[in-house]
Each structure stands twice: as C-alpha cells, then as structure tokens.
C-alpha cells in the first residue's frame, strides 16, 4: 500500500490517470495536487473527492512550504509528477509561464521530495515518475528510426526546452543525491478530458459547430498517437516495475500526419450523423447535419513557428523490460474519442468559456489561410 501524490491530477492525463490508479492499485491512497490553471477540471474527480476516496489540494507546485507540509501529512512514498503547462503553442506566445512550472515547479517538488523521502528514513522504497515527452528529441527526418531512450535532447520549442530541463534536473538528483526517480517520454496522447486546445479534440469540435479546421501548413508533420488508457497503465507499470535512473518511451504505435488525422475526424463524424439522425438536431451548423462531409470545412494555415515535422517512438525497452504494450488501435481510440465528445457536450460547453476563447481569438486571429 502507498500513499500517492499526483501533480497535475485535474489536467487531462491526470484525470485519467486518477481512474486507472484507483482501478488498478485500491489499496493506495491518492492525494491529487493542482494548480487550476485555464487547462484544470475537476468534473471528473468531483464524487470521488465528495466520498474522499482522493484527498484534493489546489496548490501550487512551487510553492515549497505546502509541498512541505503535504509530505509531512500524507508521507507520501509514490509522486506521479504531471503537473506542467503543455500547449506548444501557448509556449510560443508566453514562454516564461513554462519555465515557471516545468523548471522551477519541477525542481521545488523534486527537492522537497528528497528532504522529505531522506528525513523519514523510506527513500529506500519511495518513487518519483517524471511524466516528460518525446518533444525533448526535437524533429524526426522521414525515413529516420523511431526515437529511442538514448536519442540526444534536440528541443525546438519553449514547451520541449522546458521539460528537456525537468529530465536533466531529474536524472543529476539520481545520481548527485541518489534520488529514486525514473523518467517516462510519450508521445502524443489523445482520448477523453483533453483541453479543446489539442489537435484532436480542437478540430472534433469546430467540425460540429460549423468552424474551419485549421490545419498549420501542408499538414504533412506526423505524430505518433498514444490513446490516454495506453498511457496511464504504462505509467503505473514503470513507477512499480522500473529501474530507479532509467528513462522509459512509451509510444502508441500508431504514426499519422495531421491531414490523415484531421480526414478521420471528418469521416467519422459524417458516418456518425449518417447512422443517428438526432445528431442533426443537436449540431444544426455541422456539414453532416444536411449531409455534406466535414471534409469541406478543412483550412490550411500559417504553420507554427519552429514546428517538428516528425515524432515517432521506439517502445522496445518499455516491452521488454517491464512487459508492457500500447493496444488501443487508432482508428478505434479514434472513434471512440469522437463518440465522447458527441456525448459530453455538456463537458466542452464548460470547457469553451470566455477564457479560451480568447486563446482561439489570439492565436488563430494572426493565421491567414493559405
Ligand atoms: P494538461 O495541460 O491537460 O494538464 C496539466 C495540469 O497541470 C493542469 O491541470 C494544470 O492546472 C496543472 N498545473 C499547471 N501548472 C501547475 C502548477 N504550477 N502547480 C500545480 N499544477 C499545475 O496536460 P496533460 O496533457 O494532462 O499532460 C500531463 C503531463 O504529460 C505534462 O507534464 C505533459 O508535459 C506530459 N505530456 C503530455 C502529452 C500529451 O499529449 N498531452 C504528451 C507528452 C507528455
Ligand atoms: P498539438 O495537439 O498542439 O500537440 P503537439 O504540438 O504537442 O504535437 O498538435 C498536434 C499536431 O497538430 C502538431 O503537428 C500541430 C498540429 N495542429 C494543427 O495543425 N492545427 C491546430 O489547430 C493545432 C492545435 C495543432
């Protein structure tokens, strides 16, 4: 039995992440630490923080003293560290906001835990998962191999910078003060709970109201889709089974570009509405509402600056060593991704408040189609 600390626990894999901790380890005892930033809810972790079956804290990563008194209380030997700002985009126009979190943020959690873990005498049993991405490899060339553990850090973005510097604080406290702590690096994640910021769930939810979908470039960049259930049990597996100062990939297997993506979107939503006609009633403003396919609503705009044009994972080591294997297909994650969103409107009405919208207006209003 552990007692678990999960930074970043409202955010989209959190979320997850709580669901899958408590179906596959009961006996734990979950404390989720949030911040609450524009990307946090709670809606899903409300009945179990209701029936405290989850202890809550809103709080900060960087702030030393609460992390402080939260490992005096709820001694914790499991951190699953996920707390971070995540939108490349969002990095491009305000950078320091990711240095903040997943630098600073990174390196107050890690020493607390230290302190704490070496002051109570359990380091020997306690662990430490840094939750990274495959974007600290930089950008993939076409017929390249997959990015394995040994790939060197190539950062392009604010966003990738920022955790390329949590993974090197992480490993240097493993061997400077023998920390206990491993390193996962996924790549893209998608499923349900994502933030309407993401490619996936952005482009579901223009196509039902009606809104262009604003493919960056040609849409030829290609990431490698790793579906949210994958991923969660993976990092419950590495945390348990892993060796301490051992980074893990974790990939879905499944490499697509944007285009591809963004075109099963559409046809997934045209057969959608083609097999239930109450749809129609729901979603007047979206093409498959009178039969036209999504397809026509695709735009191509000013590509990101600095934008990668390739993320693939090598998974062997993760397979071999601790026997654990992606299985969501992504043509199945993919529509049961679709499906959730038809049937959580309610969920990204919230999501969509005046805030993000914003967001939309700022960084799609420079974007001129091309
Ligand atoms: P997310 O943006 O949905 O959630 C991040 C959560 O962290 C939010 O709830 C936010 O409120 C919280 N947070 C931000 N700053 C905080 C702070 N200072 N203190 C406490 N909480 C804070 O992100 P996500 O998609 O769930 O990603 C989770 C982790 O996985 C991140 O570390 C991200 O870098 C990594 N990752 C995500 C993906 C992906 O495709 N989503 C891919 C690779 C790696
Ligand atoms: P995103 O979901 O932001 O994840 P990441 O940048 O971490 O890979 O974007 C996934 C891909 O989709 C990326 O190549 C950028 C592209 N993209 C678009 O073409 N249009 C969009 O509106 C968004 C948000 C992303």
């Known amino acids: 039995m552990h007692s678990v600390l999960i930074t970043g626990g409202a955010g989209f894999i959190g979320q997850n992440l709580v669901h899958a901790w408590r179906t596959a380890r009961p006996d734990d005892r979950l404390t989720v630490i949030d911040a609450m930033t524009y990307a946090a809810n709670v809606r899903s972790l409300e009945l179990l923080i209701a029936d405290r079956s989850i202890h809550f804290v809103r709080g900060d990563i960087r702030d030393a003293e609460l992390i402080r008194r939260l490992f005096d209380e709820h001694r914790f030997t499991r951190v699953a560290h996920l707390a971070a700002e995540s939108h490349v985009d969002r990095s491009i ?57 040994s790939s060197p850090y190539r950062p392009n973005s604010p966003y990738a910078a920022s955790k390329a510097a949590g993974d090197h604080l992480v490993r240097s406290y493993v061997s400077t003060y023998g920390m206990p702590a491993l390193i996962t690096n996924c790549s893209n994640n998608y499923g349900p709970y994502q933030h309407p910021e993401k490619l996936i769930p952005l482009m579901i939810i223009h196509a039902l109201k009606g809104k262009p979908l604003p493919i960056y470039g040609d849409g030829s960049n290609v990431r490698d889709w ?89 998974a062997t080591k993760l397979k071999t060593e601790i026997g654990n294997q992606c299985s969501v297909g992504f043509e199945t994650g993919l529509l049961q991704t679709v499906r959730w969103y038809l049937d959580r409107e309610d969920w990204w009405r919230d999501v969509i408040s005046g805030a993000y919208q914003v967001w939309i207006d700022k960084n799609y209003g420079f974007r001129i189609e091309i």
């Open 93 to 149: 126009v305000d950078p320091e906001a990711f240095l903040q979190t997943n630098v600073l943020g990174t390196f107050t959690l890690l020493h607390a835990a230290l302190d704490a873990w070496r002051a109570s005498g359990v380091i020997d049993r306690a662990r430490f998962l840094h939750v990274s991405t495959d974007e600290v490899y930089g950008s993939l060339e076409p017929n390249y191999s997959a990015f394995s553990e």
């Open 226 to 314: 790793l579906h949210v259930s994958d991923h969660c049990e993976a990092l419950i597996s590495v945390i348990e089974q892993g060796r301490i100062g051992e980074t893990y990939n974790i990939g879905g297997g499944n490499e697509r570009n944007n285009r591809e993506v963004v075109r099963l979107i559409c046809d997934t939503i045209d057969r959608a509405f083609a097999a239930d006609r109450a749809l129609a009633a729901r979603f007047p403003s979206c093409p498959a509402a009178s039969g036209t396919s999504c397809r026509t609503l695709i735009s191509h705009v000013t590509d990101r600056p600095g934008h990668d044009h390739r993320y693939a994972i090598d």
